[in-house]
């Protein structure tokens, strides 16, 4: 990477450097496991000009989301997530019976699905084939797409403009900023509102989350860089809400730039706590390497003694931010024998570059292990609810960021 894809410029210092690792959401199937993998480099830098933190563009999107592991439906809190955002956004947005309703990367439609309940007329844009077809299955309209220019001027052109435009965790998966940018800026009715949630970088910094970064996603954001961003597609930010989702996320409300007036004060008191971290200036990330580094010996001295004392530790969760960890961490079927997920998809597959088998959730109250280890930290509160019966056989459940922690009982946790 020589130039910032949103500013263009060639002042780019390094934030950390995670080595080279395969795509996280290529699950291998087992007829696959003597075969080779590719695996690309995983450096993150940040632009000292706009200060949108970037990796490079290794892979493409259509490489990615084609055919796609994630299904939004599995994680509860997040259906959850999503049925109340809809409900707050006819309020505020005053969305009436005749509203139009996009969702850009619509998934599974997790969140269309609340639109069509309310009988309003909505479509997903969704690049994956096979999730896009389970929407459909759902009653969803979905179209199979990637958004540019073009994508979001024949959409507006067939279907009208939007009303509200709903872009959640997508604003980090696309190299082409600006022209997903100007996409947004096609679709939406020019009195009309964007909504994008998106990691926010501050959390990622202040919580050791290196694992939510790999390769696709292309940048990570703060409020500040994500004006910029915004306004290259002749859009304006006008409010922002810090919200807990991906351990910490901004949602950004937008509107055309003709429209927009000024930002809420909120914007102001989020871009202040960002200029008091230190992420406009390089001091705010020199530490983060060392810290990431830390995360990863905590966790192999973990793994590595309860391995020593004949303790069993398995996996719960495949996401793709867990492949990102097992890969820098150098974790393989010796300490970790198997992960569990929810999703059907991935049952009967390995872990991209680690290869450690993936199996249903059941597996786990079959063996009783010592431990279970985490990956989808993100959903903590939700799963150590779902997990509690863990603690009936007095096993614990650890989770490794932002730092290593074991829960012992409901109502005891113990910080390495």
């Not at 919580?207 to 703060?222: A, K, L, R, S, V």
Request: one cysteine or more; hydrophobic letters at 40%; charged letters at 25%.
């Amino acid at each position: 990477m020589t130039r910032c894809r949103l500013c263009g410029s060639a002042a780019l210092a390094s934030v950390v450097d995670l080595g080279a690792t395969p795509p996280c959401e290529s699950f291998l199937a087992a007829d696959r496991l003597d075969e080779p993998e590719p695996a690309y480099p995983l450096h993150l830098r940040v632009c000292t000009d706009c200060w949108l933190a970037q990796i490079p563009p290794l892979i493409t999107p259509e490489e990615t989301f084609k055919e796609y592991a994630y299904f939004s439906s599995y994680s509860t809190s997040w259906v959850e997530h999503a049925r109340t955002f809809v409900a707050d956004a006819v309020r505020r947005v005053g969305l009436g019976p005749d509203a139009f309703v996009v969702e850009v990367a619509s998934n599974d439609g997790y969140l269309l699905k609340h639109v069509v309940d309310r009988g309003m007329r909505c479509l997903g844009i969704e690049p994956s084939v096979n999730v896009g077809a389970a929407a459909r299955e759902a009653g969803v309209p979905t179209l199979t797409e990637f958004l540019g220019p073009d994508t979001g001027s024949a959409v507006r052109e067939e279907h009208g403009p939007a009303d509200l435009v709903v872009a959640n965790n997508v604003y980090a998966h696309i190299p082409d900023v600006i022209g997903f940018t100007r996409g947004l800026r096609a679709l939406v009715a020019d009195d009309g509102w964007v909504s994008i949630e998106v990691q926010h970088l501050l959390t990622l910094i202040e919580e050791n989350q290196y694992d939510t970064i790999y390769h696709e996603h292309f940048q990570y954001y703060t409020v500040a860089s994500a004006i910029r961003a915004l306004a290259s597609g002749g859009l304006a930010l006008v409010d922002v809400e810090l919200l807990p989702t991906h351990g910490g996320s901004v949602r950004l409300w937008a509107r055309p730039a003709e429209v927009a007036g000024e930002p809420s004060r909120r914007v102001a008191d989020v871009l202040a706590r960002e200029k008091a971290a230190g992420l406009r200036e390089l001091s705010g990330y020199t530490e983060f390497s060392a810290r990431v580094a830390k995360v990863r010996r905590d966790l192999l001295k973990f793994l590595i003694e309860a391995a020593e004392r004949g303790e069993t530790v398995v996996g719960y969760g495949a996401p793709g931010k867990g492949n990102t960890l097992l890969n820098h961490c150098g974790i393989r079927p010796d300490l970790l024998p198997y992960t569990v997920d929810r999703n059907p998809y991935k049952h009967g597959r390995f872990t991209p570059g680690t290869r450690i088998p993936i199996l249903p959730p059941e597996r786990i109250a079959a063996d009783r292990p010592d431990y279970v280890l985490v990956l989808p930290w993100n959903l903590r509160a939700e799963l150590v609810e779902q997990l509690s019966f863990v603690h009936d056989w007095g096993g614990r459940l650890v989770f490794p960021v932002p730092e290593l922690s074991i829960v012992e009982a409901a109502s005891r946790e113990v910080t390495a």
